[in-house]
């Protein structure tokens, strides 16, 4: 059987297989989608009754604390996931199945990236949209269609630049022990660091000056305008100790810093992968 | 005719020098076996030729291409069947197989084709819909081997692919490694398994220590050797003392060449007699004289091993236990994790 010449329909080809194969093992593993859909409902549920009592207008701009939690547990959905992406990779790493995917004449073998991307953002959709149509249920609203692009812009900016760390973490360090055990190390005070929980005016100084170069902020900020009932890009969403920044200055920032890793892990996966 | 042409290659990992200046060529449509020990530097080696690891120094063409330069076209040529069986235990084998045909880019009707063939051939139809982590070792074994074939390779290269097997899946693996041979596929096999090589190999190359210690057809390399191979014991377990003094005994006679102690079979002493020469008169004299009495005298002809033996003074079994107590199997994980 002779090979055929390479053609681009051969990087779709092997991106599809990579994909299906994460969504074979999710469908018959789902503990992993259910628990990242039942955390934040539970965060949504304890957190929303903890400041049911709280005084009327405590927080600027929105009705209740359920309001102004919604946006940091959708981020802090996507962002779990996606840090989380690079273990199906260090165990394939381990355990050699990563051998037969560098022994296969693949197109590309960004297509090992590129699927890797595409599933966490798949999941990351459906988890975000199971977790906004149960506040809606709770009362807190739900986006119009402008806002649902920006939620799912927003989104995609965070898993790209997450999981392009997660991947290279992947590949650096010696195996999921380690991985795993960094992933706890980072993840939660990531989410207290930034603005997911409270807003900046509520921080001591030194944490609201973390909170505003916090890049799960600038992925909270949109996603807070976006339930607004008039989105308006350019008002200030963050009043952050530097200055205020408006809804799209958080998105160009959030698009710069996923850029940039991108490029930064690009050597090193060329490295690993080549 | 060279398909395979290896030269001057090294490859050497932090303290360990794994493949030291190796030259080896390999015929189209030939079954290669290379035969050495664990830590010989055949896994080393075959991982280079699958283009996973780069060498230090040397040059690989495979049908005249450079495999340091054109990875990727080489990849579209060989099969590669790992030593350690990597399947995703969640995947279903015919799942596994149908992701393989996608990384190959083969057509969705050759594919389904080439699949049920393969199915049909190792004999996978009861159990290719369950899930490999149900698999038992001869089934991962299979269906890896059936992942290496999906493309139709020119090279197949099999590392140490039966070890572990029971004999229902050994057989049928050499049944088809016979049958490949027959279609023109050139296979490249490691083992350690001396009656493996002897059975299915062309040609065979002997490596220890990362060095080519010998290389042939395993008649013409059994043949070099000579005579009658003669394992001698003056009890069932002797000791190093007196293996010395029968060594001493031995070397009187004439006839009697290659002397070596084998201690992995109690210190037996193993040795070449001329063909057509009595020596058996003498040596019962001479051990008599020296209050020895032969215990067991068994005759054979050349194998695999006494070729091996001859050339290092070790058998295969001792050298397996010699690197087994050097070998830090956790670090050579690590090192070749990428």
């Known amino acids: 059987m002779e090979l055929q010449q390479y053609s681009p329909y051969f990087l779709f080809q092997e991106t599809y297989a990579l994909t299906k194969r994460l969504f074979i093992q999710l469908k018959r593993r789902p503990s992993t989608l259910f628990a990242g859909i039942l955390q934040p409902i539970i965060w949504l549920f304890l957190f929303g009754a903890l400041f049911s009592n709280a005084p009327k207008n405590f927080l600027p701009g929105v009705d209740s604390y359920g309001n102004f939690l919604g946006a940091g547990l959708i981020v802090f959905t996507a962002f779990s996931g996606a840090l989380n992406s690079g273990l199906p990779l260090m165990f394939d790493r381990e355990f050699g199945f990563l051998n037969r995917l560098l022994v296969a004449p693949l197109s590309s073998r960004l297509s090992i990236v590129l699927s890797s991307f595409l599933y966490i953002t798949i999941l990351s959709f459906v988890q975000s949209l199971v ?107 963050l009043n952050a100790p530097y200055g205020d920044l408006t809804c799209r200055n958080c998105i160009s920032l959030l698009f710069i810093l996923t850029i940039t890793s991108l490029l930064a892990i690009r050597p090193l996966l060329n490295k690993k992968l080549n | 005719m060279n398909y395979i042409q290896i030269k001057n290659l090294s490859k050497s990992y932090p303290n360990v020098s794994a493949l030291n200046n190796l030259n080896i060529t390999i015929e189209k449509g030939n079954l290669f076996g290379i035969l050495g020990p664990n830590g010989a530097g055949k896994t080393t080696l075959l991982k280079i030729l699958s283009t996973l690891i780069a060498p230090d120094s040397g040059e690989v063409y495979l049908n005249k291409i450079d495999l340091i330069k054109k990875p990727r076209e080489i990849r579209k040529l060989i099969g590669y069947v790992a030593q350690e069986i990597a399947l995703d235990k969640i995947l279903t084998g015919r799942e596994l197989l149908d992701f393989q045909a996608d990384l190959y880019h083969m057509e969705k009707s050759k594919k389904i084709e080439r699949i049920e063939f393969l199915i049909n051939q190792l004999d996978m139809i009861d159990w290719i819909d369950k899930q490999c982590g149900t698999y038992s070792g001869g089934m991962k074994r299979r269906i890896d081997l059936a992942a290496g074939l999906l493309h139709i390779p020119k090279v197949l290269i099999l590392d140490e692919p039966t070890v572990g097997l029971d004999i229902e899946s050994r057989n049928i693996i050499w049944e088809l490694l016979e049958s ?159």
């Open chain 1, 131 to 237: 977790i906004m149509f149960i506040s809606f249920l709770l009362g807190y609203g739900f986006p119009n269609i402008f806002g649902l692009g920006i939620v799912f812009a927003t989104l995609i900016l965070l898993v790209l630049f997450v999981t392009s760390i997660s991947l290279c973490l992947a590949f650096v360090l010696p195996g999921h022990i380690e991985l795993i055990a960094l992933i706890f190390v980072i993840n939660l005070p990531l989410l207290f660091s930034s603005t997911a929980l409270a807003p900046i005016s509520f921080m001591p100084n030194w944490l609201g000056w973390i909170a505003s170069i916090n890049p799960l902020t600038f992925a909270i900020e949109p996603i807070r305008t976006a339930y607004a009932s008039q989105i308006n890009l350019d008002l200030v969403a």
């Open chain 2, 180 to 338: 490949l041979k027959r279609d023109g596929m050139t296979i490249i096999l490691s083992s350690h398994y001396l009656d493996e090589i002897d059975k299915l190999a062309d040609n065979v190359v002997i490596i220890d220590g990362g060095k080519v210690i010998d290389q042939g057809t395993p008649f013409n390399l059994k043949s070099k050797l000579g005579g009658e191979r003669i394992s001698l014991k003056v009890q069932e377990f002797s000791n190093y003392e007196e293996s010395e003094k029968l060594k001493e005994i031995l070397l009187k006679i004439d006839g009697i060449s290659q002397i070596v102690v084998n201690k992995s079979q109690g210190y037996s002493i193993n040795f070449v007699a001329d063909k057509g020469k009595d020596f058996l008169s003498k040596l019962k004299v001479e051990l008599a004289f020296c209050k020895f009495e032969i215990f067991s005298l068994t005759q054979s002809q050349p194998s695999l091993d006494d070729v091996y033996l001859q050339a290092t003074g070790k058998t295969l079994q001792d050298a397996e236990i010699m690197m087994a107590g050097k070998r830090d199997l956790k670090k050579e994980s690590k090192q070749s994790m990428r």
